[in-house]
């Protein structure tokens, strides 16, 4: 069984589409995260929840949300697209939000803008 | 951000240790080292981490200095599954609560060869 899955695993879309990426984890945890990584392999935190609360919000456009409906799901909503998000999201896990706690990573959304 | 520095890649033979370095003088009291590397076309997978002791586990080791400003993962022998991108990362708690979170650099490419 996949630890933390996404879905779709590829996303084509056009410049001021609004779309959404899924994020599961089965492992039991309670802190949830999404990371962004563009063109030149810069991976970026943008996001974290604990327990569905907001704990991490780095500086991200608001077109950007992120929403936890639950501790095992954390989906993001992009709201319109452009071509600067083109980029391959991850999403990651971990129990606990301490320094001492491994992260799990899913294995990414790749997102196309046109 | 704390940073971290590294080579931009290495290179080893199969079946070789491999030493990976970084530098991280900036490191507070708090901060965790952890590491990370990623495999082509794949999500970041933890390697190991730790705060002020040597640690071992399966898959490698970590050797902090005694000032805490440098440490080193060692791959005992390195396979060709070995070769990704590794990533020394401080985990930084962010302001006085328990959150934290993992800033990833430019990490270092490592190849192997035959």
């Known amino acids: 069984d996949t630890a933390v899955s996404q879905t779709p695993k590829y996303l084509v879309t056009q410049m001021g589409n609004d779309k959404s990426i899924k994020c599961e984890q089965n492992l039991g945890h309670d802190t949830m995260y999404w990371y962004k990584q563009d063109s030149k392999k810069f991976l970026k935190i943008m996001f974290s929840y604990n327990n569905k609360e907001l704990i991490i919000n780095e500086t991200v456009p608001n077109r950007f949300s992120p929403k936890s409906p639950d501790k095992a799901h954390l989906n993001l909503h992009i709201n319109s697209l452009e071509l600067g998000d083109s980029a391959v999201y991850f999403c990651?896990?971990?129990?606990?939000?301490?320094?001492?706690?491994?992260?799990?990573f899913g294995p990414g959304t790749r997102l196309t803008v046109l | 951000d704390a940073k971290t520095t590294q080579p931009n890649s290495m290179e080893s033979n199969e079946e070789e240790p491999v030493h990976l370095p970084c530098n991280h003088s900036?490191?507070?009291?708090?901060?965790?080292i952890h590491w990370y590397r990623q495999l082509p076309s794949q999500g970041p997978e933890y390697v190991i981490h730790?705060?002020?002791s040597n640690v071992n586990n399966r898959m490698a080791s970590l050797a902090i200095a005694e000032d805490r400003k440098s440490s080193t993962l060692i791959l005992h022998r390195a396979t060709l599954r070995d070769a990704a991108v590794y990533y020394c990362?401080?985990?930084?708690?962010?302001?006085?609560?328990?959150?934290?979170?993992?800033?990833f650099g430019t990490g270092t490419r490592l190849q192997v060869t035959l």
């Open positions: 730790g705060l002020t």
């Open positions: 990651a896990s971990s129990l606990g939000q301490g320094g001492y706690n491994e992260q799990f």
């Open positions: 900036t490191i507070s009291g708090t901060d965790y």
């Open positions: 990362i401080l985990r930084e708690r962010i302001n006085t609560g328990t959150a934290s979170k993992l800033t």
